[in-house]
């Protein structure tokens, strides 16, 4: 038996993060991997979208500037510079323990080493801070070779870890994804997708949860993009069994 500690989208909240990794015992004061993770009995999974703050007030938190501005270059220096330190701190984070250590690849990490589409929100922010076409900048060629490593989706049995959803059209971020609007709809309008993918519980984010994690055992999904609200999902998985999972409960912290 081993515990599974599944952590939702970061959006360069890596204080959050390393808060939540320490309170769940999985990383030490100084980031580095606990004696559980090094024995690898206690599993991290990152849901993914290590990168781009969710909105200009967390931009200008990340970089310090009092009201960040997406065009001026120099602002997104600062935002790329900021990220690529916590990048770093990350990696070697992973690295150190890369059978415990899991990061799923999120649409907002695949637009920063694919940069064919210029991701933003609602209101009008734009992320180009590793878009040099933009007045970014390029991210640094070995975090993006880490990066490129990211899996698309982590399977213990029939337990599935993935940034979106248990379709396999939500794991390739292209035209089709982004004039989609299933893949922030499915979870409330077609769950039963789960077991339909002969799924017997699926974990994902993507679509931030105000509310702290949606745990759903009807449909046995959890959506947990709720870092924000400091919640990360624990799971006690039996990996040698074909239905691993024995309970799984939001956890604050």
Known sequence: MRKFLAFGDVHADFDTLWAALRAASCADANGRPTPPVQAGLYQVVLIGDLVHPKNEREYSRLTGVHRFDPKNPDHLFLAAREQVKHLEQLREYQLAAPHA????LGNHDDAVLNTSFVLGTSGGLVHTEFDPDHGGIHL???LKHWMQGFPRELRVGSVQFAHVSPLPAHTHYDDLFYADRSP?????????YVQMAGLSFGVYGHTQIEDGILLDETHHLAMIDALHGREYLELMLNPDQPDPLISVRAVPF
């Not at 250590?101 to 799923?104: E, L, Q, T, V």
């Open 101 to 104: 250590i899991h990061i799923i």
């Open 184 to 192: 922030k709809r499915w979870f409330r309008d077609t769950p039963e």
């Open 140 to 142: 640094p060629d070995h």
